[in-house]
């Protein structure tokens, strides 16, 4: 089951040029081409002919063209043309999905087009900003999004899977202050005089102990914002953390890294080692235990309910407000169910 009438990221902008580009969001396929005049088209990955998948197609000026017998689709997935014949029927149209371009990405609305509304996209400021430095990454993930989301939550984990990359040992010992506006959940953690981890101490330039500021953000319906904040009071190292995962199927996933920073500007070598270092390095080791975790979860036939910890304040914050949101979409469907049984 999926958050529906929310913005997903769906693809990083760069990745759409002049070739059909297919990916399946929350359980629907889409195709994602770029037209002639750079106009974004997301259309359901389907050729009303005979069901042919669009993205085998081609994009033809405005158009995508599909590969089988030539059906043309203009970015509003109406049919505008049918070879060898003069008139084409309304029904041959096909279902588009709105589609925006935010700093890097882009995010399609998945539910109800007539609802789509562009004030509820994330604000992510720092990305293509004068004045800062940024890099993106993407991974497909074999395992549920929220997966993805409760390790990012969850930051006590450093202290064990990250040890030889960003990880504190005294993480766990400082709790989180966790609070929840609307459907935002807020989350801050100070670890002072804590000793920096290896990758901490090299991009900081850190001899010895420092305070560790960590501020994040949860957002539906899957985005996590994260300034880190490291400082030894003559040294500051500053950065943002962006994360959003979007819900391919129910058990596998899109996940995004970026990050971005006002430091260091006018040395290259700073931007190329912390994606190194993430990118190539602690991200490998947060997909492989999560990929384990699914698994497990996967084969076994029944599991008793977790077990969760002090720490885990921040996972439950937001599980609470997406089992709110998950509650509000059911009872309105089933309201919507008896106004169409009514009319
Ligand atoms: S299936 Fe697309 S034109 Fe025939
Ligand atoms: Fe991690």
Redesign the pocket.
């Known amino acids: 089951m999926f958050l529906r009438n929310q913005w997903y990221a769906a693809t990083l902008a760069a990745d759409i040029g002049d070739k059909p580009f297919p990916r399946t969001i929350c359980g629907e396929p889409i195709v994602f081409f770029r037209t002639e005049t750079g106009r974004i088209g997301a259309l359901e990955d389907r050729?009303s002919?005979?069901?042919?998948p669009l993205s085998f197609g081609a994009v033809k000026g405005e158009t995508i063209e599909?590969g089988?017998?030539?059906?043309m689709f203009d970015c509003a997935g109406a049919c505008t043309h049918i070879p060898g014949q003069a008139s084409v029927p309304p029904r041959a149209a096909i279902r588009s999905y709105p589609v925006v371009e935010r700093a890097g990405w882009l995010f399609v609305w998945i539910g109800d087009a007539e609802q789509a509304d562009e004030t509820l996209l994330p604000d992510l400021p720092w990305f293509g900003a004068d004045g800062w430095q940024w890099w993106h990454v993407y991974y497909h993930g074999d395992a549920a999004a929220q997966l993805y989301i409760d390790n990012l939550l969850d930051i006590t984990h450093t202290a064990y899977l990250h040890q030889k990359t960003i990880g504190t040992p005294e993480v766990p010992d400082h709790p989180p202050k966790v609070t929840t506006e609307g459907t935002r959940v807020q989350v801050n953690r100070l670890n002072k005089q804590v000793t920096p981890a290896p990758f901490i101490a090299k991009w900081g330039g850190f001899p010895g102990k420092i305070d560790a500021y960590t501020d994040y953000s949860w957002e539906p319906p899957s985005i996590i914002k994260l300034r880190t904040t490291r400082t030894d009071g003559e040294r500051t190292l500053q950065y943002w953390l962006v994360n959003p995962v979007t819900p391919e199927t129910e058990t596998t996933a899109h996940f995004w890294f970026a990050w971005a920073s006002e430091q260091h500007l006018d040395d290259p070598e700073y931007k190329k080692q912390t994606y190194k270092g993430i990118a190539e390095g602690v991200l490998l080791e947060d997909f492989a235990m999560i990929e384990a975790q699914q698994k497990v979860i996967r084969e076994r036939a029944s599991l008793p309910p977790v077990v969760p910890s002090q720490a885990d304040a921040p996972l439950v914050a937001v599980h609470k407000v997406l089992k709110s949101l998950f509650q509000k979409q059911a009872a309105d469907q089933s309201t919507a169910g008896v106004t169409k049984v009514a009319s």
Request: aromatic fraction near 20%; charge should be positive.
């Open positions: 050729c002919h005979r069901h042919a599909c089988y017998h030539g059906f």
